[in-house]
């Protein structure tokens, strides 16, 4: 069976009897997720089919994700995410919930604890993203491998 890193650090919190908050519902986040109107998704799906064959397949767009990641080329990164959705989508999905987002982890961050806040990579580079906004809000932020 295939678990996401959010299950894995889900699972390893509850064994270690740590406190688990959610930055948003179950029902907002597929609120983000259909956001789409009818026509945009049918306009998508026109797009997505009559598009030449790519060269890389979804498995080869993840790995060249996880490289970008991985060697720190976060433009790189933000430019595979970026492309992996329409502009609505990404407004609806990244940018909307970062800014619902951030003052939930400047709370959190502010009481002092010890906190690990889990997001997808999406929300980590490109326009709008969680680090910059902490950045802005000046927080020091920095990379750890």
Known sequence: SHFGVDTLLEQEAIKHGKVLKSMESIEDALVSLASASLSEDIQHLKSVLNQEPADKNEEGTELDLLVAWI??????????????MTPHEYQNLIIKRNNKWHPKIQKVLK?????????????????????DKLKRSGYKVKRVQ
Do not use: Q
């Not at 060697?71 to 992996?84: L, Y």
């Not at 009481?111 to 680090?131: D, E, F, R, Y």
């Open 111 to 131: 009481s002092g604890k010890t906190t690990l806040v889990v997001v997808g990579l999406a929300h980590l580079v490109g326009k709008g993203n969680i680090i």
């Open 71 to 84: 060697t720190g080329d976060t433009r790189g990164s933000a430019k595979i995410v970026a492309e992996s």
